[in-house]
Each structure stands twice: as C-alpha cells, then as structure tokens.
C-alpha cells in the first residue's frame, strides 16, 4: 500500500492550497483517511480526518480555515486550506485506515512520505 501526498509548496499569508493524496494498493476497503503536520521541534499533531461515513474531525488551530474531503471511489483525500498563516508551516503527512487482501480482518495504519508547506509572511 503507498499514500502518494501532492499539493504543498510555499504561498503567502492569507493565501491557499489544496492538497491531495492518492492510496494505491491491495486495498480492501479504508475506513479513515486524514492529515497531520509537523513543524520543525515540534510534535506531530491532526490537522483533520474523515472517516468512511464522511464525519469529520478537525484541529483546533485549522477549524474554519481548512477543510477535508474525501473521494470513496478514487481511494482520495483533499485538504483544502483557505486563509493561511506562517504557524501554518510544516510537513503535511497523510494518513489512512485500511483493510488490505494481506491483512484479513486486521485494520493497519498508512502514512505517506509528506508534503511541504511553507507559508511566508
């Protein structure tokens, strides 16, 4: 299974971007697929996830500003981050739930190889 994450890059505050990320696979079925970011010395925190019943949960510092979709179909996750600022700066890590054909039963957890977003003031 790979999680192929695309989209970041360096914007100016106030500015937008949308990031995607793609999961390829054995893939049976994912149940939750979501981001999380880390800041240079700083812990890995949610950004937001959306589980398959397309609830939603998002971070304190992101709600308003950013916003997670997912297409069942094409096994893909979208952030789309409106309004944002230099603390948003970081690795942009994405991240799935998923049964694969290897696994059975058992539900394992996928990261992708991170995006960058930097975000200059």
């Known amino acids: 299974v790979q999680l192929q994450a695309s989209g970041g890059g360096l914007v100016q505050a106030g500015g937008s971007l949308r990031l995607s990320c793609v999961a390829s696979?054995?893939?049976?079925?994912?149940?939750?697929m979501g981001w999380y970011r880390q800041a240079p010395g700083k812990q890995r925190e949610l950004v937001a996830k959306?589980?398959?019943?397309?609830?939603?949960t998002s971070g304190d510092a992101v709600k308003g500003r950013f916003t997670i979709s997912r297409d069942n179909a094409k096994n893909t996750v979208y952030l789309q981050m409106n309004s944002l600022q230099p603390g948003d700066t970081a690795t942009y890590y994405c991240?799935?739930?998923?049964?694969?054909?290897?696994?059975?039963?058992?539900?394992?957890?996928?990261w992708g190889q991170g995006t960058l977003v930097t975000v200059s003031s």
């Open positions: 959306s589980s398959r019943d397309g609830s939603t």
């Open positions: 991240t799935a739930d998923l049964w694969t054909y290897t696994t059975g039963s058992r539900l394992q957890t996928y």
């Open positions: 696979g054995s893939i049976v079925l994912i149940n939750s």
